[in-house]
């Protein structure tokens, strides 16, 4: 069966550290998108791509980067790690645009810590 | 201004009963999708039911109805014969235009009680 997958699934780091969350599917979509999760926001857009070498910024994008060099694989780096980039990180995936549904699948998730 | 909107932090009903999740909207878009999505306890999340804005009927899905009034802007969620594993977060999520990307709203913890 098709999936998405997230490594790992739980991170522990230090501030200033390089982090790099791992997002893996084999929809084969098109799309794959980032969201961070915190109390009182619900799920808020860091970076997505439509494509490879397509990367896009969110609404929360600051601290962060994605590279796509491939279908199944978007990872997620956080260049310095500060505490405020505590949160629970979903990757998703969706087969295309338009009109259609294009619904989102999303991976299990990464609880990440920054001390 | 909030793209959308869930008033209800939090709800409460009784096993077997009907409940009614709200979500509002604000777009000036003519073409959009409205989506939810449960997310239980374990965390992941899981998608409940879609909605177009040129889908001429309500969208159901089992138990699972999307009660669309496209003139105020709702799309509110029903659950009709709640069970105990209905107890999550839903959110209810915009996408609009030919885009891909979602807004999402704070969601509702929706509590189901024996």
């Known amino acids: 069966d098709a999936e998405i997958t997230q490594s790992p699934r739980h991170k522990i780091t230090e501030t200033g550290r390089q982090v790099t969350l791992a997002c893996h599917q084999t929809?084969?979509?098109?799309?794959m998108f980032w969201y961070r999760q915190d109390l009182g926001h619900g799920l808020r857009l860091i970076h997505y791509?439509?494509?490879?070498?397509?990367?896009n910024k969110g609404e929360v994008s600051d601290g962060y980067s994605v590279s796509r060099s491939n279908t199944e694989d978007l990872p997620l780096t956080l260049e310095s790690a500060a505490s405020s980039q505590t949160s629970v990180y979903f990757c998703?995936?969706?087969?295309?645009?338009?009109?259609?549904?294009?619904?989102?699948?999303f991976g299990a998730g990464t609880r990440l810590s920054v001390l | 201004a909030q793209k959308i909107t869930q008033t209800q932090p939090g709800m409460f009903v009784q096993e077997k009963e009907a409940v009614t999740l709200d979500c509002t909207y604000d777009?000036?878009?003519?073409?959009?999708?409205l989506f939810w999505y449960k997310q239980p306890s374990s965390g992941e999340m899981i998608f409940l039911i879609y909605?177009?804005?040129?889908?001429?009927q309500n969208a159901t899905e089992g138990r699972y109805s999307l009660n669309f009034q496209k003139a105020r802007k709702s799309a509110n969620l029903v659950i009709s014969a709640s069970q105990l594993g209905d107890s999550a977060m839903y959110f209810c999520?915009?996408?609009?235009?030919?885009?891909?990307?979602?807004?999402f709203g704070e969601g509702t913890q929706l509590t189901v009680n024996p």
């Open positions: 998703a995936s969706s087969d295309g645009g338009g009109i259609a549904k294009n619904i989102q699948y």
């Open positions: 929809w084969n979509h098109n799309n």
């Open positions: 791509s439509y494509g490879v070498h397509d990367t």
């Open positions: 777009t000036s878009d003519p073409s959009y999708g």
């Open positions: 909605q177009g804005s040129y889908d001429q």
């Open positions: 999520a915009m996408r609009e235009g030919s885009g891909s990307r979602l807004t």
